[in-house]
């Protein structure tokens, strides 16, 4: 059984910071890629970081120069790091990755909870 367990959500005001953290858990053999994605209300979730096996990075564009993405293979955990938070940061954010499990021959998809940001003006 696989597990993204994200923390580090919150209330959080205009022009703070805010350091959220994904944990990958399960019988994983490899990871191909882990990122974060956001969703507003009454708005698509969008990309807002992903970083690679190669340590490959994306950002959107609403983010970059204010965040950074990054992981900890021993632990399976990946980080995004946001500075200069907006009210417009608000959402929920969720972690996804790319895992290679031991029993399976093939990349699977898995989605965390997500975690509630919450940028107040």
């Known amino acids: 059984q696989v597990q993204l367990v994200e923390s580090g959500g919150g209330l959080m005001q205009a022009g703070g910071s805010l350091r959220l953290s994904c944990a990958a858990s399960g019988s994983i053999f490899s990871i191909n890629a882990m990122g974060w994605y956001r969703q507003a209300p009454g708005k698509q979730r969008e990309l807002v970081a992903a970083?690679?096996?190669?340590?490959?990075?994306n950002y959107a564009d609403s983010v970059k120069g204010r965040s950074a993405i990054s992981r900890d293979n021993t632990k399976n955990t990946v980080y995004l790091q946001m500075d200069s938070l907006k009210p417009e940061d608000t959402a929920v954010y969720y972690c996804?990755?790319?895992?290679?499990?031991?029993?399976?021959?093939?990349?699977?998809?898995?989605w965390g909870q997500g975690t509630q940001v919450t940028v107040s003006s």
């Open positions: 970083i690679t096996s190669s340590d490959r990075t």
């Open positions: 996804n990755a790319d895992l290679k499990l031991r029993r399976y021959t093939t990349v699977v998809n898995y």
